[in-house]
Nanobody
Framework: QVQLVESGGGVVQAGGSLRLSCTASGRSFNGYAMGWVRQPPGKEREPVAAVSWSGSNIYYADSVKGRFTISRDIAKNTVDLQMNSLKPEDTAIYYC??????????????????WGQGTQVTVSS
């Protein structure tokens, strides 16, 4: 069993920044890629960023490229998402999730097998 706990969500004005953190416990997430998946109100979940097990490969959705940065610390079992230049359309519940493989992929939520409880990010205009 893997437990993922997110923190760092909140309310911010457009143009502002937030940093989300995720801590994994239980069965190790060693050997697996990790990602952040968001669900805007009334919409389906969409992966926005992922980092491979080695850390050498990273995926970003086109909508967040240049604004979001994902990072992981294997020793601490953490994965963070730095979000800059936030827009109202970034408003969503953000989930930390483990991919079921060591590599990053595209916008495929079925490739994630363990999920955190989610943290709300609200960007006001």
């Amino acid at each position: 069993q893997v437990q993922l706990v997110e923190s760092g969500g909140g309310v911010v004005q457009a143009g502002g920044s937030l940093r989300l953190s995720c801590t994994a416990s239980g069965r190790s997430f060693n050997g697996y890629a990790m990602g952040w998946v968001r669900q805007p109100p009334g919409k389906e979940r969409e992966p926005v960023a992922a980092v491979s097990w080695s850390g050498s490969n990273i995926y970003y959705a086109d909508s967040v490229k240049g604004r979001f940065t994902i990072s992981r610390d294997i020793a601490k079992n953490t994965v963070d998402l730095q979000m800059n230049s936030l827009k109202p359309e970034d408003t969503a519940i953000y989930y930390c999730a483990r991919r079921n493989r060591p590599t990053v992929g595209g916008p495929h939520t079925h490739e994630y097998d363990y999920w955190g409880q989610g943290t709300q990010v609200t960007v006001s205009s």
